[in-house]
């Protein structure tokens, strides 16, 4: 449900040579997130995605509690990203981004099983994806950030053929996912999680930045 068919085939298909697991007991914590960060520094070097899993956080609170203990690293920067189109009033959206060896921030993707979040972003439990390294994808389709990287830059090991039919195939797909209820495309490729707003009103992260939406006025 994801939409995306570079996804999926990493997961159907020998997962292990493309994508490093790594799994948190617990609700994490600021002191957690050290051996997060050189399980991830690892699959960078392993020229691999990285998924990282939480299967004991369970409410929205405990989400926002991971989100902070991430937040207060210099590795990690959580951020309120403002609706553009579509926006929900009992819903906000949360960006996060990983820095990389090289310094550029990596778009990071999460997943929660809780109904407020997009249907292609709900899963069993919560987790993130995303990649740590490089540009290594000379296919990737648009511009490139110049001061970050996402899955799209990632070493997927496809032929060009193949890449070029998954990345329309994803894009298809996401437009039907999206067409009903009508979902802000464009804005939720840029952001993590969308939570309920009585919890992100409550959330303060270093940039300090709060949209006018998740203040109410």
Same mark, same amino acid.
């Given at each position: 449900?994801?939409?995306?068919?570079?996804?999926?085939?990493?997961?159907?298909?020998?997962?292990?040579?493309?994508?490093?697991y790594?799994?948190?007991?617990?609700?994490?914590?600021?002191?957690?997130? +050290?051996?997060?960060?050189?399980?991830?520094?690892?699959?960078?070097r392993?020229? $691999?995605?990285?998924?990282? !899993?939480?299967?004991?956080?369970?409410?929205?609170?405990?989400?926002?509690?991971?989100? !902070? *203990?991430?937040?207060?690293?210099?590795?990690? *920067?959580?951020?309120?990203? +403002?609706?553009?189109?579509?926006?929900?009033?009992?819903?906000?959206?949360?960006?996060?981004?990983? =820095?990389?060896?090289?310094?550029?921030?990596?778009?990071?993707m999460?997943?929660?099983?809780?109904g407020?979040?997009?249907?292609? =972003?709900?899963?069993?439990?919560?987790?993130?994806?995303?990649?740590?390294?490089? /540009?290594?994808n000379? #296919?990737?389709?648009?511009?490139?950030?110049?001061?970050?990287?996402?899955?799209?830059?990632?070493?997927?090991?496809?032929?060009k053929?193949a890449?070029?039919?998954?990345?329309?195939?994803?894009?298809?797909?996401v437009?039907?996912? #999206? *067409?009903?209820?009508?979902?802000?495309r464009?804005?939720? /490729?840029?952001?993590?999680?969308?939570?309920? =707003?009585? !919890?992100?009103?409550?959330? =303060?992260f270093?940039?300090?930045? $709060?949209?006018?939406?998740? !203040?109410? #006025?």
């Amino acid at each position: 449900m994801t939409g995306c068919l570079f996804a999926s085939s990493f997961a159907a298909q020998g997962s292990a040579k493309r994508i490093a697991y790594y799994v948190k007991v617990g609700v994490p914590s600021a002191s957690d997130v +050290p051996e997060l960060d050189l399980a991830t520094e690892n699959s960078a070097r392993a020229g $691999r995605f990285m998924v990282v !899993l939480f299967p004991h956080v369970r409410t929205v609170g405990e989400i926002g509690t991971m989100l !902070l *203990a991430l937040d207060a690293s210099s590795r990690w *920067a959580c951020s309120h990203v +403002p609706w553009r189109d579509h926006e929900r009033s009992n819903a906000s959206l949360i960006g996060l981004t990983w =820095r990389t060896d090289a310094g550029l921030l990596s778009s990071v993707m999460g997943f929660a099983p809780i109904g407020v979040m997009p249907i292609t =972003r709900r899963a069993p439990i919560v987790g993130l994806a995303f990649w740590p390294g490089g /540009r290594v994808n000379s #296919f990737r389709k648009g511009e490139p950030s110049p001061e970050g990287v996402g899955l799209v830059d990632g070493d997927h090991g496809m032929e060009k053929g193949a890449h070029d039919d998954a990345w329309k195939d994803t894009k298809d797909r996401v437009v039907t996912l #999206f *067409a009903d209820p009508p979902e802000d495309r464009a804005t939720l /490729r840029q952001v993590a999680f969308c939570l309920p =707003r009585d !919890l992100t009103q409550e959330l =303060r992260f270093k940039d300090g930045f $709060r949209p006018a939406s998740v !203040l109410g #006025f």
